[in-house]
């Protein structure tokens, strides 16, 4: 897709299946969640979460099939930073309070993991990273941190949901229709994502290409708006039900599982390390990834310690710090 006569329509066109399919992921998610009788935290950070990063994780391993490698980083450090901005402007309008304060242990430790799985990807890239067989060694380490996060986050809120559990049992109908009628329109909806995320790819490859803005900026800021709508749509509806742990458990897991997609994708890469790939751009991108997500975890903080109260309104500075991230990542890229 060289020409932008092209590559437009179809990125248009497939970012709006995009969007659709991931909505859908997570309404049908919500309904597995009943069916299951996880809770709220769980659920936003293992099922919707993952149900609703699938545009980035397809994409992304289309991109690195193309030898895109620049667009794939740039839509996972892109996305993180898109998702905290998201979750600012949620505060800020439905009250920096009600979301960010009596977040209980598990909510602070899925932040703590997601900033640490940031960490260690923009360290491992700094460093060049080095192969092992058919990945690397910073993929290798995300991979187990991701794993041994998400086993700490449960471990965590273990006793919430036990309690929440006793207070209202799961219905076994989930009040959504059948677990296969649930369970079916969760998959379809996938492979919908599945289609429409490959020519999402191709089409930003070939945006990038025609316009000269570079692959590093088109990932970071064209590509990780498109495939983080059906978080943001999550989110705010999530809100609006006054779900603040969902909302949580959906931004910060979003966050973790995207860093997680860098090894998956590695897998398909065939230049070697994926982390290698990284230029000035990403390492701007993932820095601002880090400090975006790291702010979070200060004003949750400030609702626990009485010494930490001003840091809540760094809430306020997480817009502007996402406009000013993606300055120093056009200027590089």
Same mark, same amino acid.
């Given at each position: ?30 309904? /597995? ?159 919908? /994502? ?140």
């Amino acid at each position: 897709m060289d020409s932008l006569a092209v590559a437009v329509p179809v990125f248009l066109a497939s970012a709006i299946v995009v969007v659709l399919a991931g909505i859908m992921l997570a309404r049908f998610g919500d309904q /597995v969640a009943d069916v299951t009788g996880w809770g709220a935290l769980w659920v936003g950070t293992i099922l919707v979460s993952v149900a609703t990063s699938l545009p980035e994780l397809v994409t992304n391993i289309t991109a690195v099939r193309i030898d895109a490698p620049e667009l794939a980083l740039g839509n996972v450090f892109g996305a993180d930073m898109i998702n905290i901005f998201t979750i600012s402007m949620v505060a800020i309008v439905f009250g920096v309070r009600n979301l960010f304060s009596n977040q209980p242990k598990d909510t602070q430790t899925l932040v703590a993991v997601a900033v640490v799985l940031g960490v260690i990807a923009f360290g491992f890239g700094w460093l060049g990273d080095w192969g092992l067989g058919p990945t690397s060694a910073g993929a290798v380490v995300i991979a187990v941190g991701y794993v041994v996060g998400m086993k700490l986050v449960y471990d965590a809120g273990s006793a919430g949901r036990a309690e929440a559990a006793a207070e209202e049992p799961a219905d076994a109908e989930g009040g959504g229709g059948s677990a296969a009628k649930v369970w079916g329109g969760f998959f379809g909806a996938a492979a919908v /994502v599945l289609v429409a995320a490959y020519f999402l790819a191709l089409s930003a490859d070939g945006i990038a290409e025609a316009s000269g803005l570079g692959r590093s900026f088109i990932g970071v800021l064209l590509v990780s708006i498109v495939t983080t709508l059906p978080e943001a749509s999550v989110t705010v509806a999530a809100a609006l039900r006054k779900s603040y742990g969902l909302v949580i458990g959906n931004i910060y897991g979003s966050c973790a599982f995207n860093l997680f997609v860098i090894p998956i994708a590695g897998l398909f890469f065939a230049g070697g390390p994926l982390l290698r790939e990284m230029t000035d751009a990403h390492f701007v991108a993932a820095g601002s990834a880090i400090g975006l997500m790291a702010a979070g975890f200060l004003i949750i903080r400030s609702f626990k310690t009485a010494a930490l109260a001003p840091l809540r309104y760094l809430t306020f500075l997480l817009p502007p710090a996402y406009v000013a991230g993606l300055f120093f990542v056009y200027l590089l890229a």
